[in-house]
C-alpha cells in the first residue's frame, strides 16, 4: 500500500510525514529538485503479536504501509501549481493525502485558510486529469475502432467539466480497467490531514472544512504535525500519558492506518505456523483463489481449497483440532469471499 502526502507550501506535510514513518527527513524543503521522502512502516497488528506469541515462529512478518513525501506545489503570483514532476510521481501512488496548514503561516503571519486551500488542490487535480483526457481524444480522432475507448473519456470529460473529481463517478470493471493506466488523480482515494496547532488538536473539524469534505465525500482528520513528531520520538512506555494530557486516545499513526484501510478498503487475512505468521494486506472483496495469488502465483494457479477459520475462533477454541470439532474450520472454494482476520491454509497443485 503506497500512500502519497502532498500539500502546498509551508502546511507542515513533512512533520506529518515524519510523524507517520518515525524519520526526521529536513522539515522546509528538498535538497533536490524532484526527490520525495520514502519511509515504509510496518502496521500494527495485535493478532499477529499473539498469534506469534502460540506458534513461536522463526519469522513474524507485518502487513507494511509505504508513505511518499512530495515536494510542495510551487507558488506564483499567490496561486498554487503542481509541477509536471511531482504529477507524475502522485500518479504512482495508491492513494493521496492533503495536507492542508490549519495554523498562521510562520513567514508571513497569514491566518490560515483551510477551504481555499483545498479547493485549490482540487483544481489541480482536476485540471491535470482534464489535460490528460483532452490529449488522448485528440490522438484518437485519427484512429480507427476506439469509439469504446472515446466514448468512456468523453463521460469521464464532461465529469471534469463538471468540477467533479473521477472518483465520484461509478465505472464497471471493465471501464475501470481500461482508464487505470492514465493514472487520473482525481480518481485516487484522497485524505485530507488538516494540520493544527497544540492547542487546536483536541477541537475536531472546523465546520467550514467538514462541511467540504462532506461535500466532496472525503475523510479528513486533524492533526499537529509538530506535536506528533514529538510523539513519535518518545519511547514507547512515556507515550499514552503525553496523549492522554493533550486529550488523545491514539497517535497519529494509529490512527492514520486505520483511517487509511478503510480509504482503501482494505483487511488483512492472515497465515500461521512455526515457519511464519503473516498478515496479508487485499482489497474487501476478494475471492480466496486471488488472495492465495498475493502469497504466490502458483498457489492461485493450483488452487484446490481455502481451509479457513476465523481468529476469533482460533482464539477462543485454542487450536485447528478444536475449531474443527466444533464447526470453526471450513473448507472453502475458489469464489469463498476472504473475511477481515480469516487465517488461512492454501491447498494446491501446480
Known amino acids: 500500500m503506497k500512500v502519497g502526502i502532498a500539500g502546498f507550501p509551508r502546511s507542515g506535510k513533512t512533520s506529518i510525514f515524519n510523524a507517520l514513518t518515525g524519520q526526521h527527513a529536513d522539515v522546509g524543503g528538498f535538497s533536490e529538485p524532484g526527490k520525495v521522502h520514502l519511509g ?28 511518499v513525501d512530495f515536494p510542495a506545489a510551487a507558488e506564483a503570483a499567490g496561486s498554487h501549481a503542481l509541477d ?5 510521481q502522485m500518479r504512482e501512488t495508491d492513494a493521496l493525502v492533503q495536507v492542508v496548514r490549519g495554523f498562521p503561516d510562520a ?8 477551504v481555499r486551500d483545498l479547493e485549490n488542490f ?3 487535480l482536476l485540471l491535470s486529469d482534464l489535460v490528460l483526457i483532452e490529449k488522448r481524444l485528440e490522438r484518437l480522432k485519427k484512429e480507427k ?5 472515446r466514448a468512456l473519456l468523453e463521460r469521464c470529460k464532461a465529469v471534469l467539466d463538471a468540477e467533479r473529481p473521477l472518483r465520484q463517478i461509478d465505472l464497471s470493471g471493465e471501464d475501470a480497467a481500461s482508464i487505470a493506466g492514465f493514472g487520473f488523480l482525481s480518481r485516487r482515494p484522497l485524505m485530507v490531514v488538516l494540520n493544527v496547532g497544540e492547542a487546536d488538536v483536541a477541537a475536531g473539524m472546523p465546520t467550514p472544512v467538514a462541511e467540504f469534505l462532506t461535500a466532496e465525500q472525503l475523510e479528513g ?3 499537529s504535525g509538530k506535536i506528533e513528531m514529538e510523539i513519535a520520538a518518545l519511547e514507547p512506555a512515556d507515550r499514552q500519558a503525553f496523549l492522554e494530557d ?10 492514520f492506518i486505520r483511517a487509511a484501510y478503510q ?8 497465515t500461521s505456523g512455526e515457519d511464519e505468521v503473516r498478515a496479508w494486506t487485499i482489497k474487501r472483496g476478494t475471492h480466496a483463489v486471488k488472495a492465495a495469488g498475493k502469497i504466490h502465483s502458483d498457489i492461485e494457479r493450483g488452487f484446490i481449497r481455502a481451509e479457513v477459520v476465523h481468529y476469533d475462533d482460533f482464539i477462543h477454541y485454542g487450536s485447528d483440532a478444536k475449531c474443527r470439532e466444533h464447526g470453526k474450520l471450513r473448507l472453502e472454494g475458489k469464489e469463498y469471499v476472504v473475511k477481515d482476520g480469516d487465517i488461512i491454509h492454501f491447498r494446491f497443485n501446480v
Open 40 to 67: 515504509t512502516i510496518k502496521v500494527p497488528d495485535a493478532r499477529i503479536d499473539k498469534l506469534s506469541e502460540i506458534f513461536k515462529p522463526r519469522k513474524t512478518t507485518y502487513a507494511e504501509m509505504v508513505f
Open 84 to 88: 509536471t514532476t511531482t504529477l507524475t
Open 107 to 114: 513567514i508571513t503571519g497569514d491566518a490560515p485558510q483551510p
Open 122 to 124: 482540487k483544481s489541480e
Open 145 to 149: 475502432g476506439k469509439e469504446q475507448e
Open 221 to 223: 482528520l486533524v492533526l
Open 246 to 255: 493533550l486529550g488523545l486516545k491514539a497517535t497519529a499513526r494509529e490512527r
Open 263 to 270: 480509504l482503501l478498503d482494505q483487511i488483512s487475512f492472515l
